[in-house]
């Protein structure tokens, strides 16, 4: 089993995508990748007896969904400053990852 993989792998993920959700770096990607936990979490705890679909993982990825929509790290984040240097002009590809 890849318990012992699954779980160290959850928790840096988690750690990492909240660090740059709170610094506001590359916001598109870390709430994609939180979208994806969060729908992970959800699928898991779906109670199958019981018709109540929503539950607090389903609020937290639309959250994450309207945060990277918004494009929240460019106002309140370095996301701003990141698409200003010259590496990301040089790479437009670069700001579709950010927000």
């Known amino acids: 089993s890849l318990g012992w993989l699954l779980g160290p792998l959850i928790v840096w993920g988690m750690a990492v995508t909240g660090a740059m959700l709170i610094f506001g770096a590359a916001v598109r990607v870390s709430a994609a990748v939180g979208i994806g936990i969060m729908g ?3 699928l898991t705890s ?6 109540f679909l929503v539950n ?7 959250v994450l969904f309207g945060l990277g929509a918004f494009g929240a790290g460019r106002i309140l984040g370095v996301d701003a400053y990141l698409e200003e240097l010259e ?11 950010m927000g």
């Not at 607090?56 to 639309?62: D, I, M, T």
């Open 40 to 42: 992970l979490f959800w």
């Open 87 to 97: 590496f990301v002009k040089e790479r437009p590809w670069l700001r579709l990852l």
């Open 46 to 51: 779906l109670p199958l007896e019981d018709a």
């Open 56 to 62: 607090e993982y389903l609020v937290y990825a639309f």
